[in-house]
């Protein structure tokens, strides 16, 4: 059996390279994004007056806040998300109602995450 350096791949078919998964990876990625938005675009008093240590520790735990709210809208999305969908709003009301199950509550919970994780450390 050839191993590859990506990650070996057990009897079954699936790869065992990797511990965490590629949602994960995705969520964490637009967190730490979403934090630097957040700690730079901000012009509130809070965040003018605070050091550039702060503002890293606001990104860092920002973003561990983010991550965290992202995989618990994530969870919460998987518990509730409906099977079937009835609507009598026509098409496009169709279309934002799938919409929303698929990226809505972990972008809602990203959004809290990175706001409560901000504004801990700038206070």
Same mark, same amino acid.
């Given at each position: 059996?050839e191993?590859?350096?990506?990650?070996?791949?057990?009897?079954e078919?699936q790869?065992?390279?990797f511990?965490?998964?590629?949602?994960v990876?995705?969520?964490g990625i637009a !967190?730490?994004? *979403?934090a =630097? +938005?957040m &700690? %730079?675009?901000?012009?509130?008093?809070?965040?003018?007056r605070?050091? $550039?240590? !702060?503002?890293?520790? !606001?990104?860092?735990?920002g973003?561990?806040?983010? *991550?965290?709210?992202?995989?618990i809208?994530?969870? *919460?999305?998987r518990? !509730?998300?409906? %099977?079937?969908?009835? %609507?009598?709003?026509? $098409?496009f009301?169709? =279309?934002?109602? #799938?919409?929303?199950?698929? &990226?809505?509550?972990?972008?809602?919970?990203?959004?809290?995450?990175?706001?409560?994780? &901000?504004? +801990?450390?700038? #206070?």
């Amino acid at each position: 059996m050839e191993s590859n350096e990506s990650g070996s791949t057990n009897g079954e078919g699936q790869v065992n390279g990797f511990a965490v998964s590629q949602s994960v990876l995705w969520w964490g990625i637009a !967190a730490v994004v *979403l934090a =630097i +938005l957040m &700690c %730079t675009f901000n012009n509130s008093a809070y965040v003018l007056r605070a050091g $550039f240590f !702060a503002k890293f520790f !606001a990104v860092i735990l920002g973003s561990i806040f983010g *991550l965290g709210g992202a995989l618990i809208g994530d969870a *919460l999305r998987r518990f !509730a998300q409906p %099977t079937s969908v009835y %609507t009598s709003g026509g $098409f496009f009301h169709l =279309i934002w109602i #799938k919409v929303f199950w698929v &990226c809505g509550p972990q972008v809602i919970g990203l959004g809290i995450g990175v706001a409560l994780g &901000c504004s +801990l450390v700038l #206070k």
